[in-house]
């Protein structure tokens, strides 16, 4: 099993960047997927989740109107554009597979991809 991101980078505020999370091992149907992130000196939080089989998604009231999630089930990938980047959304971004949408806590994840560096400038 294999969660693998891209995507990040260096952007200025209120810049755009999309993350891909490609996965393996397992189709993206039968997990939810989640965006997680955490920034120096702070605990990871959730950001988004996607249900690919039903198409519900969720979004932490920090990212929501900005952020959009989605996937792409011939690719097994799921995607996280974030449009209006503010510097406090600077954090390393981890997709992860949850047997629940929750993005409130980490006990339902069961794997973590090894994340993806976004800084966003002033």
């Known amino acids: 099993v294999q969660l693998m991101e891209s995507g990040g980078g260096l952007v200025q505020a209120g810049g755009s960047l999309r993350l891909s999370c490609k996965v393996s091992g397992f189709i993206i149907d039968d997990y939810v997927i989640a965006w997680f992130r955490q920034a120096p000196g702070k605990e990871r939080e959730g950001v988004s989740c996607i249900s690919s089989s039903d198409g519900s998604t969720d979004y932490a009231d920090s990212v929501k109107g900005r952020f959009t999630i989605s996937s792409d089930n011939a690719k097994n990938t799921v995607y996280l554009q974030m449009n209006s980047l503010k510097p406090e959304d600077t954090a390393v971004y981890y997709c992860?597979?949850?047997?629940?949408?929750?993005?409130?806590?980490?006990?339902?994840?069961?794997?973590w991809g090894k994340g993806t560096l976004v800084t966003v400038s002033s």
């Open positions: 992860a597979a949850e047997t629940r949408p929750v993005l409130m806590n980490m006990i339902w994840v069961n794997y």
